[in-house]
């Protein structure tokens, strides 16, 4: 079964500093999806970035980067110059291809943003 | 704003009783998916409906149950509550042949 891994359940950063949030996963199969999802206080959760292993380019969204290691079964998420706003519950999640295939999620990384 | 709505946002009811959570998800989108996020267990998949039919299991209880209507709104259905089953359920959509879900504002259900 696949699993995914959050190991830093607290982070923070400096308001315009950059930050790394840490995600591995075990998966036996050799495409599948990454998606980093952030949960502010308003509880709604909001899709930040998506990954296909299968793209050997890391995905970038404006401020919110990805190092995706596919042989080492890692997925981080930078963020570069924090704002205040990006002050969430940040979790990992792997999806298999197709379209059965639900999320299956890391336990989250509460991140704080000092100002 | 996803495009996925949910209702009620809160709900509180008592142990024993039956409640039904409803998500309208975004227009054109197929496949709704339930999760549950409780403290204890984090973000859990319960049950995934495409176009109407049952697509994939997860943990769900066998006190809950779920549908998808031809109008492809989708509800989900506690029965017999406990007090463990205090927790915020989100329900996901996705569209034809793409893998990202895109989450509603769930509803916060508290069984006291």
């Known amino acids: 079964a696949q699993t995914v891994t959050q190991s830093q359940p607290e982070m923070s950063v400096q308001e315009a500093e950059t930050v790394t949030l840490s995600c591995t996963y075990d998966?036996?199969?050799?495409?599948?999806?990454l998606f980093w999802y952030k949960q502010p206080p308003s509880r709604q959760m909001i899709l930040v970035i998506r990954q296909e292993a299968y793209k050997q380019q890391n995905a970038t969204e404006n401020r919110f980067s990805v190092n995706f290691q596919k042989a080492a079964k890692s997925f981080s998420l930078k963020i570069s110059d924090s704002q205040l706003g990006d002050a969430a519950m940040y979790f990992c999640?792997?999806?298999?291809?197709?379209?059965?295939?639900?999320?299956?999620f890391g336990k989250g990384t509460k991140l704080s943003v000092k100002p | 704003d996803s495009g996925v709505t949910q209702t009620p946002k809160h709900l509180i009811t008592a142990t024993g009783q039956r409640v039904t959570l409803r998500c309208s998800p975004r227009?054109?989108?197929?496949?709704v998916y339930w999760y549950q996020q409780s403290l204890d267990q984090g973000l859990q998949f319960l049950i995934q409906?495409?176009?109407?039919?049952?697509?994939a299991k997860g943990n769900i209880l066998e006190r809950f149950s779920a549908q998808q209507f031809p109008d492809l709104h989708s509800e989900l259905n506690l029965s017999s509550l406990e007090l463990g089953d205090s927790a915020l359920y989100f329900c996901?959509?996705?569209?034809?042949?793409?893998?990202?879900?895109?989450f509603g504002p769930g509803t916060r259900l508290t069984v006291l």
């Open positions: 996901a959509s996705s569209a034809l042949g793409r893998d990202e879900q895109f």
């Open positions: 999640a792997y999806k298999r291809v197709g379209s059965q295939g639900n999320l299956i």
């Open positions: 227009s054109g989108d197929l496949s």
């Open positions: 998966t036996s199969e050799s495409d599948y999806y």
């Open positions: 409906y495409y176009n109407g039919e049952e697509r």
